[in-house]
Nanobody, 119 residues
């Protein structure tokens, strides 16, 4: 089975920073996308940032300029540096990896790590 392990979540004051990490011992051969989603209470899960084919980077408009995504496709691992955190960033953050299979794509998710931004 595929297991993605997230770490780095916690509590921080507004304006502070956190760095999330996602690692796995699973060997992937055809990674398409690595990234991060988040889900706040009573809200839908939303894309935060992603890297596709190690080249194309996408950010949610709400985090652009504040968050930085990076990856190590060889490990593999994906990271999210979160700066200038705001109360609205409070959510459970989920790592995900998308892999290309024979005739379809496969999505794998971490268990989530809580990020709480408050004074």
């Amino acid at each position: 089975q595929v297991h993605l392990e997230e770490s780095g979540g916690g509590w921080v004051q507004p304006g502070g920073s956190l760095r999330l990490s996602c690692t796995t011992n699973t060997t992937f051969f055809n990674i398409v996308t690595m990234g991060w989603y988040r889900q706040a209470p009573l809200k839908q899960r939303e894309l935060v940032a992603s890297i596709t084919w190690g080249e194309t980077i996408k950010y949610s408009d709400s985090v652009k300029g504040r968050f930085i995504i990076s990856e190590d496709r060889a490990k593999p691992a994906v990271y999210l540096q979160m700066n200038s955190l705001e109360s609205d960033d409070t959510a459970v953050y989920f790592c995900y990896i998308e892999e290309s299979g024979l005739n379809r794509y496969y999505d794998y998710w971490g268990q989530g790590t809580q990020v709480t931004v408050s004074s």
